[in-house]
């Protein structure tokens, strides 16, 4: 059974930093392109970052140059380390399969950056 398990989400400063990870089971791992999405409150989920098997990687616009996506096979993780965040990155994040995702999502992690 495909699962995404999700953590690190917090309540931050605006400027501060979380690294979220995410650990995947069910699926041959190394060979996904792996991705985190976000969805703030009445708003759509979109891929914020994706990191493909030859670690290559896509950020949103909205975060590059803030947010570094990273993966280890051995372990079935990926990771976001976010850095100087806004209000805007106000969401619950989920991991998943770039691009094709699956239909099963796991439950998220909040991510709540307010003063």
């Known amino acids: 059974q495909v699962q995404f398990v999700e953590s690190g989400g917090s309540l931050v400063q605006p400027g501060g930093s979380l690294r979220l990870s995410c650990v995947a089971s069910?699926?041959?791992?190394?060979?996904?392109?792996m991705g985190w999405y976000r969805q703030p409150p009445g708003k759509p989920r979109e891929l914020v970052a994706a990191?493909?098997?030859?670690?290559?990687?896509y950020y949103v616009d909205s975060v590059k140059g803030r947010v570094t996506i990273s993966r280890d096979n051995a372990k079935n993780t990926v990771a976001l380390q976010m850095n100087s965040l806004k209000p805007a990155d106000s969401a619950i994040y989920y991991c998943?399969?770039?691009?094709?995702?699956?239909?099963?999502w796991g439950r998220g992690t909040q991510v709540t950056v307010s003063s």
């Open positions: 998943n399969v770039a691009y094709s995702p699956f239909n099963n």
């Open positions: 990191i493909v098997s030859d670690n290559s990687t």
């Open positions: 069910g699926i041959l791992f190394s060979i996904h392109d």
